[in-house]
């Protein structure tokens, strides 16, 4: 998966308790989040994998946002691609799943 939430990265948020729960009914969830910032990886539990991507601006974090979707994907064998942006980030995540060929499901979230 794709993501701009950065509430990823916070040990107590509701997303990234949200992002456990989703685990419990599949093998593995692994998250890679767009931002600008340094790069950090963690796993909260065992199966979920939260790869924050960094840069040192926004067309740095692109760059490294496609690549680090590219390696956790190939890593992980993934079967799909998904998304939660349908523009800059999303257009990434359509890359990767072009690239590794594998579908892409796009979550559209409004607040």
């Known amino acids: 998966m794709i993501s701009t939430d950065r509430k990823l990265l916070e040990p107590d948020s509701a997303v990234l ?13 692994t998250v890679v989040v767009a931002g ?3 790069a950090v990886t963690f796993s909260p539990s065992s ?3 939260i ?7 926004l067309i ?10 590219l390696r956790e994907a190939r890593a992980l064998c993934a079967d799909r691609m998904t ?12 890359l990767v799943a ?14």
């Open 60 to 69: 740095a974090n692109a760059f490294s946002l496609y690549l680090s979707a």
């Open 83 to 94: 998304i939660q942006d349908p523009f800059v980030v999303g257009y990434i995540g359509v």
């Open 17 to 29: 308790k949200r992002t456990l729960s989703y685990a419990e009914h599949c093998d593995c969830i």
């Open 36 to 38: 600008v910032g340094k």
């Open 47 to 49: 199966k979920v994998k």
């Open 51 to 57: 790869v924050f991507a960094g840069g040192s601006n």
């Open 98 to 111: 072009k690239r590794i060929g594998v579908p892409v499901q796009v979550q559209i979230h409004t607040d």
